[in-house]
């Protein structure tokens, strides 16, 4: 099966789009964004989604903002024969067609089945779209992201494992297995499916054997409800007679139970009484001596807080001293201070007035010397190097003349020259002699005469300037402008230290502090005062603080022992009054023990008679201690219903004969339980039986591993230096797993999970083109593979061997659509189609 042309409208992003593929390789390179995974998707479900197909999965497929139905045609080789394929997603609405070259068509339900004919599989229920969708063709489809798992993880489905064992049988390599051999297999999985579940365990619901277990479940239940009757009926003889027995002693128990019942209410009374007057006794006691206590410790508690008191009174006096002596320290300390700021604030306005008279002379000696500002100097040096440059113009340029030695008279301009003598030209001269005339022009071509030009003009603006600066010459202006500079820098100096002090708020501050005497001393002086004052203050404060203290613990102690007095005062009179109350209500203690001892002696006379009536009711099994009238009574109302009830259960079992049907019951059982044996010999003889077909299946499924390992080594040897080599195992009832990849001379097989991400790529798509070789077999010996962004993880430097694996692929007859968004990765593959996607507008 080849895929020759998709053409899609209204899918996501693509509102029309129509691409063409080659044969062999077809790389479709573009940004992201261009939709290169939505073509991936829209090939997947033009081939495995039906077009009635709803919900989430058709609003996904719809181009946003608006639009409308989702088409896709396909156009595909298949049977050697072209088809075209048109799908329209509009769910219950969707319409599905196919037309073959050869003029069948086929329409709605009828082209799903014959495209599930020409693929090899269905499409996906629609109960189970999210869950089987991307399993279809899982074993030629590299969605985006998923080109790092192993292809073995797929399941045997995704894979297509019954084809590719069928190819493999074909393939002349291997032993093929006899329709006897895969009968016989398919009835033993058949009978043993139809006794055990999924996980193994013999019993499954329907069969012969759950059938005979639940039989003898039946069987089992019956006897037990059986002998369970039988068993009540017997408890219920038994509990017939313990009730009647019960009931005769209640009714010999109970006139004397009458009579017992009154003597235990006056006990209980007298008793009753007993406890309040050994109760009122106690009280009567502990009052009394709680009284003589308190009494006791009264007099010496008073004579203690006297002691304090005194104590206390003496240290108060100490205190007062203590703090005058402080507040004395304190005012001169006071006085100190105060004259020292004011001293401190005067010396500050002196400092500020002398800072402001000499700002007044830097102002008027500023004013009196020339305006020479930076800018000046700059412009004089400017013109005076202008000048220089001038007059080395003119001297460089300028001609010199030397008469040496003259017969007759030379002049120069009309002047006459003498020998000896030397001459500078710097203009248009005359030279003659009786003899001659001679014109001399000195050269650059009248530069020196602009030279002369400039170099007046320049001397008279610099002689104008030094005028207008009242100055006689440059070094002389430079040195006024310095002089200038510093006096303004100091100017502002003390005018800024100066704006740090405000004069005003000075006097103010002297004008609102009080008054004190200074008498002529010095700042130093007082601030040497105020220092040997703070120890002399220090150490008073400290006095005055122990003594505070000191008296702040007696004061405590003094509350808490008066708080304590009182609280003791308090209590003794409440003591007394209540011993009073309780003497004038009850009587004093010889009273009260009159009254106790009469009544311990009715207390006697009661439990004489008591226990008479006691060692009557002793003969009985009933507890009388735990026996009211009324319990006793209702005792007796229950065991008559309980006879009655028990009569009449009695009187109903002796309908049935429950021994013979006992006899049945367990005959019953023992044929069910025979059944359920032999029921289960079978089943683990089916299962041992299917162990043994299992384990040879193994034996002979092994060779299978061979032709995939061989082609899978091939593809890997394009894409690797190294000699490479792959392992696969296969087991009948898992299919293929373990696949692991050794390369070189290390002898170490590498299991998939541990490689990196760009050789798990590698061998992932190495083992989907070996699969898809063998399966080529059924499709006409050729299947498209679609590899979405699948090898993002590959280094640059394996590109050329990923693309002489991709070739070798092609050579076997298989077509290749790579998606890649990296344009370097796609130029460094061999490719006759190539298609750019672009972004939609």
Known sequence: MRISGLKLSNYRLHRELSLEFGLGITVLEGANETGKSTLVEALHRALFLSSRSSGALLDEMRPQPGGGDPELTLRFEAEGINFTLHKRFAGSKGASSLMSSVGSSWQGDKAEERLAELVGAGPVPRARQGEQMKERWGHLWVWQG??????????????????????????????????????????????????????????????????????????????????????????????????????????????????????????????????????????????????????????????????????????????????????????????????????????????????????????NYLQQMPQITVENIELLRSQQQQLQIMEITMKSFSTKLELLEADAEVLLNGEPLLPGSTYSLSVVSLLQTTNFKLRLEPGAGGRVE?????????????????????????????????????????????????????????????????????????????????????????????????????????????????????????????????????????????????????????????????????????????????????????????????????????????????????????????NSSAERIRLEKDALMLDLLRKLLQDEQTAMALQYTAPVMKRLDDYLNCCCKNATRSSIEYQSTKGFLNLKWQRGATGVAWPFSVLSGGSKELLAAALRLSMAEVLAGSYNGCLPLVFDDAFSNVDPSRWNGLSDLLCRAEEQGLQLLVFSCDPSFTASLVAKNRIKLTTQA
């Open 450 to 670: 602009e030279a002369k030009t400039k170099g007046q003009e320049l001397k008279q603006q610099i002689n104008a300037e030094l005028e207008r600066l009242g100055v006689s010459d440059v070094e002389a202006a430079m040195l006024l402008e310095r002089k200038r500079s510093e006096l303004e820098n100091e100017r502002k100096r003390l005018i800024q230290e100066n704006g740090n002090e405000d004069a005003q708020l000075i006097k103010f501050t002297l004008q609102q502090l009080p008054k004190c005497e200074i008498n002529n001393a010095s700042l130093e002086d007082l601030k040497h005062k105020l220092d040997l004052l703070l120890p002399v203050g220090r150490e008073r404060r400290l006095e005055f603080n122990r003594l505070d203290q000191e008296l702040s613990e007696i004061q405590t102690e003094l509350d808490a022992r008066s708080n304590g007095l009182n609280s003791k005062r308090q209590q003794l009179l409440l003591n007394e009054t209540l011993l009073k109350d309780l003497i004038l209500r009850h009587g004093d203690k010889k009273q009260l023990d009159e009254q106790l001892s009469a009544t311990q002696k009715a207390e006697a006379e009661l439990d004489s008679k008591q226990k008479s009536y006691e060692a009557q009711l002793q003969n009985f099994k009933l507890n009388y201690l735990l026996v009211t009238i009324e319990s006793a009574q209702k005792q007796r109302e229950e065991l008559l219903q309980q006879l009655a009830a028990l009569g009449v259960l009695l009187r109903n079992d002796g309908i049935n004969d429950r021994f013979a049907l006992l006899d049945q019951l367990e005959a019953a059982l023992e």
């Open 146 to 363: 998923n080109a790092g798992l192993n292809p073995l993880d797929l399941g045997a489905n995704a894979l297509d494992q019954a084809r590719l064992l069928e190819q493999l049988q074909m393939s002349g390599q291997l032993g093929v297995q006899s329709q006897v051999d895969r009968r016989v297999v398919e009835l033993v999985q058949q009978r043993w499916s139809s006794s055990h579940t999924e996980k193994g365990r013999i019993g499954r619901a329907g069969s012969a054997l759950a059938e005979a277990q639940q039989t003898e479940e039946i069987a089992k239940e019956q006897l037990q409800n059986l002998n369970k009757q039988l068993l009540e009926q017997k408890q219920a003889q038994s509990e017939q007679q313990i009730a009647s027995s019960k009931l005769a002693e209640l009714d010999r128990a109970i006139p004397l139970l009458k009579l017992l019942a009154p003597l235990q209410q006056q006990r209980k009374e007298i008793q009753k009484e007993i406890n309040s007057l050994v109760e009122t006794i106690q009280k009567l006691v502990k009052l009394a001596q709680n009284t003589t206590t308190l009494k006791n410790e009264l007099e010496p508690e008073h004579a203690l807080i006297e002691t304090i008191k005194s104590k206390y009174l003496m240290l108060k006096q100490r205190r007062l001293y203590a703090s005058e002596q402080l507040e004395i320290a304190l005012k001169e300390a006071e006085q100190l201070q105060q004259a020292i700021k004011i001293l401190s604030l005067q010396k500050r306005l002196k400092e500020q007035e002398i800072k402001t008279q000499k700002i007044f002379e830097l102002d």
